[in-house]
């Protein structure tokens, strides 16, 4: 896909096969159909780093720093 930026996204569609027969159906989609996941993997990986520096020693101490240079 490509953004309204023009930015193109490479994004992953997984489709479930059969959803009719499962108990847990109701909980899972309220879709008629089969569920549909659609998954940016290089987007989730990205946000994983951001969370791993944002927790890290360094990250910490620029986010205290970062309400005293406002």
């Known amino acids: 896909r490509e953004t309204k930026n023009g930015f193109e996204q490479e994004i992953h569609r997984y489709q479930a ?4 027969g499962c108990p847990l159906r109701s909980l899972c989609h309220k879709s008629k159909y089969d569920r549909i996941i659609e998954r940016n993997h290089n987007l989730i990986r990205l946000k994983a780093q951001a ?12 986010r205290k720093q970062r309400c005293w240079d406002v």
């Open 17 to 20: 096969q059969n959803c009719q």
């Open 51 to 62: 969370k791993t520096l944002l927790k890290s020693e360094q990250g910490i101490a620029k």
